[in-house]
């Protein structure tokens, strides 16, 4: 059965609906940057997850083309995430879409060296009718964060977050959303194939002990 992500590490993919505490180790991605509206349909985010998944999908396959990856295991591909912010803003104003800059990323097994990531650019670039330039090999130590699953429109995500505050100043913690620490999304679910009273998502904030 192949290796799934989500269900191998739940605390990190499957938190309750309640906010927790969690800190999250050194993992790889692969990174698409970008700005703007996520809902343009010709917008760089659309554009990005094209790009991630072109790349996630040749080294899933890799064994297929006979290019030998080192511990190499059959796995899920994990789902789409993006790191997010507004300038110099802590809190994300959601009704200015058009000011977002992103991190489009889906996470890397961690058998995979930045030489397979090359070999697997080259590869898709050979195959696809799509530049990947803007796609790079993004190392990223979360640390501690607060986060909780949330339900429904990615507009409503403010409600849960202003829980995850209160869940925060409780405890004596505060947000810590610095030019290297970001508003981190999870996405579980398909927007193209669930009702989007039913999405899920992980919503998880970077912290401090205040």
Known sequence: ?????????????LPQKQPS?????KMNYIAVRGKGNPNDENGEYKKSIALLYSIAFTIK??????????????????PLEGFWWQGNN??????????FEFISVIRLP?????KDFDWAIAEAAKKKNLDFSKVEFFEYTEGQCVQCMHIGSYDNEPETIAVMHNYLKANGYGIDITKSRFH?????SNPQRCDVSKLKT?????????
Not at 1 to 13: G, P, S, V
Not at 21 to 25: M, N
Not at 61 to 78: D, R
């Open 184 to 188: 981190h999304e999870i996405y579980l």
């Open 110 to 114: 961690d058998f995979v060296t930045k």
């Open 90 to 99: 802590e809190m994300i104003d959601y009704s200015n879409k058009d000011k």
């Open 202 to 210: 992980v919503i998880r904030l970077p912290i401090k002990k205040l």
């Open 61 to 78: 396959m890799s064994y297929k083309v006979n290019y030998n990856i080192a511990g190499y295991f059959s796995y899920v591909v994990p």
């Open 21 to 25: 505490f969690v800190t999250i180790p």
């Open 1 to 13: 059965m192949a290796f799934d992500y989500k269900k191998e590490f739940k605390e990190f993919y």
